[in-house]
């Protein structure tokens, strides 16, 4: 049988702790970094520059196996991950619309000896229209080697990619700018209260509507009846990078939430002097409490038509054969 191979492409990012704290980008094979720094000192490329100016810079290859390795050398944008919000860089096969296609190495293809590096030389021309603001990016070297995997009549090959992250703001007005949007809550109670734990799940979007990245905390609160506070926490699971114009859908489990009671919960976003908040209203009602309502209301509502239609025929104008 036919094996199709299919081109998955790995990007292996840094870490995504502020810059002082992190390591060269690197997966115990080769790293990548920016030239004139040792191995790790400076891992991320910090750049400022005008609209339609150029900036020249280099950037390192660094091949820490006993064999050569042959990389593809390019530029990427840079994106938040759908999954977690974590940092992401397109592919060489997408098309780039920011830094990525901005940054032009002037070697795309590099052979790196064992245990040696190769630093190339590469420049970044910013379009005289480019929008002020932060452009983040990345220079992404692409191992050629396809590395096979999978199993059975489809086999997969994995072709792997270390990438420096890169920073560009042009110089221009900057707007931070934060927007909590479609709070949502999807409640998970017991049918008989108190038989169980009730919980619940709260998800919303983070948007930067600004141009400038953002590193936003977020706080959830619930408040129940008569103003209660039932839940107030700090959430951890939030990106701690907010890239421009991007949105992230995330999720937050609220364990032990109330089975009986009805109130709001609360988002608030804050970052860089912004802050945002995202509301939805909430009612916990026991599954048989409410199905009891429910087939009460509607035996009520008809008792109710039945005694109105016995009412009209017994009326006093109501017409009598002899």
Sequence with gaps: ??????????????????????????????????????????????????????????????????????????????????????????????????????????????????????????????????????????????????????????????????????????????????????????QDRPLVPGAGTSSAVVSYTLHNRGNVTLNPKVALRAQGLFGRTLLDRDLAKVPSELLPRQKIRLTERWTGSPQLDWGDITLTATAKNVRETGTVSFLALPWLAAATLVVGGAAGLLGLRIRRHRAARTGPDAHVST
Excluded: C
């Design 1 to 186: 049988m036919r094996t199709l191979y299919v081109l998955l492409l790995s990007v292996l990012l840094l870490l995504l702790g502020p810059a002082p704290h992190a390591q060269a980008a690197e997966n115990g094979e080769w790293a990548v970094y920016p030239a004139a720094a040792r191995l790790g000192s400076r891992p991320y490329f910090f750049l400022t520059a005008d609209p339609g100016s150029t900036v020249t810079d280099k950037v390192t290859v660094a091949n820490k196996t006993t064999a050569p390795l042959t990389f593809r050398l390019y530029g990427a944008d840079a994106y938040n991950t759908d999954r977690d919000g974590g940092f992401a860089v397109r592919t060489q096969r997408e098309r780039q619309t920011g830094a990525g296609a901005w940054i032009k190495p002037e070697r795309t293809r590099v052979t790196v000896p064992p245990g040696s590096a190769v630093t190339v030389r590469y420049t970044l021309t910013v379009p005289a229209d480019a929008d002020p603001g932060d452009h983040p990016g990345a220079l992404v070297a692409l191992d050629e080697r396809i590395s096979p995997g999978g199993k059975g009549a489809v086999a997969v090959g994995v072709q792997r990619a270390v990438a420096a992250r890169l920073y560009l703001r042009v110089n221009g007005p900057t707007v931070p700018a934060l927007g909590v949007e479609d709070v949502t809550v999807d």
